[in-house]
C-alpha cells in the first residue's frame, strides 16, 4: 500500500484517471492505448522518469509523474518535476492526494532534488488550494506553445 | 555560429551569464564551480537533457537547457522544456534571444516533442513578453517548493 513504481499492465487504468478529469476528458481517449503503453516504455527506461500510482490494498487510486531535472541553475541545484497529478474521481477528498504528495517529496529529497515543481492550468483553481496548502508558492508563469 | 552543445570547459562562461542577471546575481557565485561541474556531467550524460550555448563566431554570448520529457498525458505527448535561458549583457535587444528560441523549437520539434514549456517567474515581466512574442501562452501557474 502507498506509492509505489506503476507496472506496464496498469496503464490503462492511469489513462482512466487521465480521462476522469476536467481537461482529461475532451484530450484523452481510451480507443487507443499504444501512444501511451509507447510513453510508459520510455518513462521506464529513462534514468530520470518515473511513472508512481498510489496503491489502496491492491487498488489504484493514484498516479502521478516524477521527473528529476539536474541543472546548473541555483548553484547546480537539482529539480523535482511532478507532472499528471491525478486521483480517482470515488476517492477524491480522502486524503489521498496529500499523502501521494508526502511521499514523493520524500522521495524527491532522497534522490537529491532540492525543490519540487509543477505546472498547473489557470482554470484549476481547486488544484491551486490543494498545492498552497502543501507549501507550494505560485511564484512563476508557466507557459506553453504547440509546437 | 548557432546553437550547439556547451563544451564543459565553457561552464564559467555559462555561470557568468547566469549571474548576470536580476535574480542570478544573488543565487549564484563563481567561487567554486564545482557543484556547477557536477550538474554539467550529469546534464551531458543523459540522453534528456542538453545544455547548449549560442556561438556568435567562437564568443559565447547566450544559453539555455533543454529537458526532453516523455509522459503518459495528451495521448502520450512529449514534451520539450527549457530552462535557464539567458543572453550575455552585453549582446541583449540584439536578436540572439529570438534566433536561440527558434533554434530550440526547431530542435525540439526533431526529437518528437508536441509542445514546449517552461516556468519564468513573476516578476520577470520583461521576460513574459518576450515569449508572448514567440507564441507562449501564461495558461499555467508555475509552483515551486523548497524541499
Redesign the interface.
Known amino acids: 500500500m502507498g506509492l509505489r513504481e506503476a507496472r506496464r499492465d496498469e496503464?490503462r487504468q492511469?489513462?482512466e484517471m487521465?480521462i476522469d478529469d476536467q481537461l482529461?476528458k475532451g484530450?484523452?481517449?481510451l480507443d487507443d492505448l499504444t501512444?501511451?503503453l509507447?510513453?510508459?516504455d520510455?518513462?521506464a527506461a529513462?534514468?530520470?522518469?518515473t511513472?508512481y500510482v498510489w496503491d489502496e490494498s491492491g487498488e489504484i487510486v493514484g498516479c502521478l509523474?516524477l521527473?528529476v531535472?539536474?541543472?546548473?541553475?541555483?548553484?547546480?541545484?537539482?529539480r523535482?518535476?511532478i507532472?499528471?497529478v491525478r486521483v480517482k474521481g470515488s476517492t477524491r477528498g480522502s486524503g489521498v492526494g496529500q499523502k501521494m504528495m508526502h511521499a514523493i517529496?520524500a522521495i524527491?529529497?532522497e534522490r537529491g532534488?532540492?525543490?519540487?515543481?509543477?505546472?498547473?492550468?489557470?482554470v484549476r483553481t481547486d488544484a491551486?488550494r490543494f498545492?498552497?496548502a502543501?507549501?507550494?508558492?505560485?511564484?512563476?508563469?508557466?507557459?506553453?506553445?504547440?509546437?
Request: aromatic content about 10%; charged content about 25%; hydrophobic content about 35%.
Open positions: 496503464v492511469i489513462v487521465l482529461g484530450r484523452e481517449s501512444p501511451y509507447k510513453a510508459f520510455a518513462i529513462d534514468q530520470f522518469n511513472q509523474q521527473t531535472i539536474p541543472g546548473l541553475s541555483q548553484k547546480g541545484a537539482w523535482a518535476q507532472e499528471s517529496m524527491a529529497r532534488c532540492d525543490q519540487m515543481q509543477l505546472t498547473t492550468n489557470k491551486h498545492y498552497e502543501l507549501g507550494f508558492e505560485k511564484t512563476h508563469e508557466g507557459m506553453k506553445k504547440k509546437l
